[in-house]
């Protein structure tokens, strides 16, 4: 069998996702790890795969058919992202919502430029959520679409607390409330506040002699990040910090409830995730999507994509014969 | 606004159905219904719509976009779906698992032989199901999917009942067994039987005089339909039956639970859906599919197509940008 050629860019959290997700597709095969720091400093799991330095990517143009690009949305993707996809087929995660518009406009302009196909946004949210959110509000017209996150680590607002005077490390929870998530499965479609839907849990590591109370009122009064939510701040020590929340659980629903006929029957509709590690999840919507972007570009398309315009037959490893015998 | 025109073809639970959901998108409008009846005994609720006999679809070839086919997998479909997709694009909710793969063929050729897009086994299982089926897999690449039904009427199983010697009327729920779908979304993967996963309900009117234990006894010992199952059986009056089991609710979940990275952190993906009106449900899936059909065939695309091979992105009424914008 001939195999899909994957290289990664960035070797976080994410990027090493992506090496076990590689590893777990049997159509699959890691070539190249890129990398910011000196190659030679990096240890990567694979055999036969190389490490080389973000600089020499051109020298492996023709033999990587997909990049997948695990950099942050805020400074790398904007940059190395369009850099990429003007010379490869790239999937990335790109996440910051508000600028999704504007970076899809620029990558497609890089992809197309080189005769290449790009999937940006890809993962659970952005990715598997959006497209649930997608399918129910297509199919049930009137009615109202929640999005619970949690329990799991919020990256950014853990590093918003890390960043107050007197904290040496925190780690924070968004957790759906349940009372919210139950009267949304009830499909009595309620209105609801930011407050209502999720609490934030902190754990926090002081510095020593610094004033936790002035912590605490600090994280809960924090604006846009905790000030409209129920906040509870517990401090720990550095050693318990890392025993018990050092671990990347994640996941959530997304439900839609709606009505349908003349006689206002109601129906609820949910998608739910629950992950143990939240960037081994996302690598492997990553990889699924790499498929389609190499299988796409062999048919000859080009240009910048979201999950909204991938048929989700090409995610498959399975032909189209055995899909519809198997799995219809 | 041009309006996608829409024909039903068929006005039983389902047409009756697609007829409400056309009235709940904007950008529909239902032109014709097409019966085996005499036209002028059915009544339909659309003005401005036409009631036609079967036999005179091709004279409103240039008046409809898609034709929701609403007829039977057993019989109709087999027959009369052919002969419709040769004239028109059209949706069907084609739903006798095992003979999928030649009703694809059969559809096919017929839709490419008149230049129209059909797509196949639309609704909910097969449907909704099956992508989320697909989509977990291609995620999840090792783990195991399970499907539950109901709490939900059987069509096939209240048949098969009132064939019974005694019985004047019948009605039977599909239920899941609590604590299957427990064990399976604690993500343990367990090997479940059949008799594990469902449970069967019967609700049962008996003749005058009949031997309701004999009656019992050949719906438990039912080979395929019955004999795998815990059943339970309970007798009631004609007029029980109609107050209490004459709504059609239906539901169910698709769980995939599986293994990612190198420690075997564990995910749980859930897809559920909770439906007072089963026909009124396939039917609003019908009607958005019709959508994508229309626009697929607009684009000069051609032949047979089932959700597995339609990008998301066109069930939507929104545009490509505002989904990105919007719900990505």
Known sequence: ???????????????????????????????????????????????????????????????????????????????????????????????????????????????????????????????????????????????????????????????????????????????PVEEAVSRVRSGSGPELTTRDKHLRECYVVAKEGADRAAIERAIKTMPNYFDEYNTTVTFVTEEELKENHSKMPHGGFVIRSGETGCEGNKHVIEYSLKLDSNPEFTASVLICYARAAYRLSKAGDCGAKSVFDIAPGLLSQKTAGELRSQLL
């Open 1 to 175: 069998m001939e195999k899909i050629r994957i290289g990664i860019v960035g070797y976080g959290n994410i990027g090493r996702g992506v090496e076990q997700a590689a590893a777990r597709n049997e159509d699959m095969e890691l070539r190249a790890v890129f990398t910011r720091r000196a190659p030679e400093t990096v240890a990567i799991k694979t055999d036969g795969a190389v490490v080389k330095h973000f600089d020499d990517m051109a020298s492996m143009k023709d033999e990587i058919d997909v990049m997948v690009l695990c950099g942050g949305s805020a400074t790398d993707l904007p940059v190395i992202g369009l850099k990429v996809a003007a010379d490869f087929n790239t999937i990335d995660s790109f996440d910051t919502h508000a600028k999704i518009p504007e970076y899809f406009a620029n990558v497609d302009k890089a992809a197309k430029s080189g005769g290449h196909v790009s999937i940006i946004s890809v993962g659970w949210d952005p990715g598997m959520f959006s497209l649930n959110r997608l399918y129910a509000e297509s199919i049930l017209v009137q009615g109202s679409t929640y999005t619970f996150w949690g329990k799991g680590v919020s990256q950014g607002h853990s590093d918003a607390i890390r960043r107050i005077d007197g904290v040496k490390n925190a780690i924070q929870y968004t957790v």
